[in-house]
């Protein structure tokens, strides 16, 4: 059995070395599912939404909710963002692709919500309505 909870962030980004727009800073309203499979409690659920919201949501309000995913190897956006030093930034290996973003998010899913017996089968992390990524468990 699995459930999914969804949340919605508004982020800024760019791709370092993209050959059209993305090359240029700009922002995305995000939605990330995560999914996480496991049997059922004596209530009927896998986990409580509640959980997932509590752990995952509060990491993505703390660490991307209207922030700056950078590449730490951007050096000139790292640069302009040393100037405003209380601009939120969050720096990953590599550009923040919605497929890097969601193999991030996956992993730290798996560290959030493993005391809760679950096993996080799917984190979908849609860039735009109509574009989105998976990072799938094996």
Excluded at 36 to 53: M, N
Excluded at 55 to 76: L, Q, S, Y
Aim: aromatic fraction near 10%; proline fraction near 3%.
């Amino acid at each position: 059995m699995t459930c999914t909870r969804a949340f919605h962030f508004s982020a800024g980004h760019r791709l370092l070395h993209h050959e059209g727009k993305c090359a240029h800073p700009h922002g995305h309203n995000y939605i990330a599912e995560i999914t996480v499979e496991g049997a059922l409690d004596k209530l009927g659920r896998v986990v409580d939404f509640a959980v997932v919201k509590q752990e995952v949501g509060a990491w993505i309000d703390t660490h991307w909710d209207h922030a700056f995913v950078i590449n730490a190897h951007d050096h000139d956006l790292l640069a302009a963002f040393e100037l405003r030093p209380e601009w939120r930034r969050f720096l990953m290996d590599g550009n923040p692709t919605a497929e890097n973003m969601a193999r991030h998010l996956f992993l730290t899913c798996v560290d959030l919500l493993e005391p809760y017996g679950v096993d996080i089968r799917r984190v979908r992390m849609h860039e735009t309505r109509d574009c989105y990524a998976d990072a799938l468990s094996d």
